[in-house]
């Protein structure tokens, strides 16, 4: 059974940096692009960012922009999200996510949960003194 699986969550100060990773049990991610959203307390999931499958071409969404950076390692088939200069804010459940057959990432700072078929169960960064 597909089984998205997501690591590196944790506990960070204000201008920390934490790596989030993602794999797939039973799926290889390289040929299809991957997203990362988050959830915080009391408040509805948002797209972070995603990467296609070739180029590649990536998207961030603005609140994330020029400190989150998504990338993909072909050869252990993973995608990473590497975290700096965190904030309070980006305190929430991380989760990767993929879809069935196709997601289009544009690389825009829209990142759609629409087309994901395949979910994580998240990994959890705090961002606190």
């Known amino acids: 059974q597909l089984q998205f699986v997501e690591s590196g969550g944790g506990l960070a100060q204000p201008g920390g940096s934490l790596r989030l990773s993602c794999v797939a049990s039973?799926?290889?991610?390289?040929?299809?692009?991957i997203g990362w959203f988050r959830q915080a307390p009391g408040k509805e999931r948002e797209g972070v960012s995603c990467?296609?499958?070739?180029?590649?071409?990536?998207g961030y969404a603005d609140s994330v922009k020029g400190r989150f950076t998504i990338s993909r390692d072909y050869t252990k088939g993973m995608v990473y999200l590497e975290m700096k200069d965190l904030k309070p804010e980006d305190t929430g459940l991380y989760y990767c996510?993929?879809?069935?057959?196709?997601?289009?990432?544009?690389?825009?700072?829209?990142?759609?949960?629409?087309?994901?078929?395949?979910w994580g169960k998240g990994t959890l960064v705090i961002v606190s003194s």
């Open positions: 996510a993929g879809p069935e057959a196709y997601y289009y990432c544009s690389g825009s700072n829209q990142i759609s949960a629409d087309g994901m078929d395949y």
């Open positions: 039973g799926f290889t991610l390289d040929y299809y692009s």
């Open positions: 990467i296609s499958s070739s180029d590649p071409t990536t």
